[in-house]
């Protein structure tokens, strides 16, 4: 009789520890919750420390983990500047399809110039979610001025004009 109230003791035991287990609340055991976790830039275009980047043909662009909210992305939360924090203009887009905004210059930026890129913390996802710090890198352009591409096989850039005498 003994042996079977130990053996019922014991799996009245282990029962009431998988169920404790099985019932936990997952905030407390440590899991995170997807809608609370704040977005991040996962690949900055250039790459930052990069150097002899194209000063005349430059795109900035930053890749998000996850989808943004298009109205958060703007020319005051992705900014471009020069040394001495000189504001650089441009145009900023949004590309839901691939969670990429993009800094185009209005013009050729200067050769051999270090640029700081920052996406501030104004930025949100479509949950709301603000980042957590604003995402800063810096590049430096090349010493002359890129040709433009050419395309395969040869002949006239489609970049470049035509002239008719």
């Known amino acids: 009789m003994r042996t ?9 035991a282990i029962l009431l ?21 704040p977005p991040t830039v996962t690949l900055p275009t250039p790459s930052s420390g ?13 890749t998000f983990s996850e989808a943004m909210n298009p109205a958060t992305i703007n020319a005051s939360t992705f900014t471009l500047t020069s040394p001495g924090g000189v504001s650089v203009s441009g145009t900023v887009t949004y590309v ?11 013009t050729a930026l200067s050769l051999n110039t270090l640029y700081t890129a920052t996406i501030t913390t104004g930025v949100a996802n479509t949950s709301g979610i603000h980042m957590a710090a604003n995402f800063v890198w810096s ?3 090349a010493l002359a001025a890129c040709a433009p591409p050419q395309p395969p096989g040869g002949g006239p850039s489609p970049l470049a004009s035509a002239c008719v005498f």
Not at 17 to 37: E, F, R
Not at 50 to 62: D, Q
Request: with cysteine; net charge negative; proline share 5%.
């Open 50 to 62: 990069a150097t002899g980047v194209c000063p005349n043909a430059v795109i900035i662009s930053a």
């Open 96 to 106: 839901a399809a691939t969670n990429v905004a993009t800094f185009t210059p209005a």
């Open 4 to 12: 079977h109230n130990n053996h019922i003791i014991c799996f009245l």
């Open 139 to 141: 590049f430096t352009t």
């Open 17 to 37: 520890i998988s169920l404790t287990i099985g019932c936990g609340d997952s905030d407390v055991n440590g899991a995170i919750n997807p809608a609370t976790v």
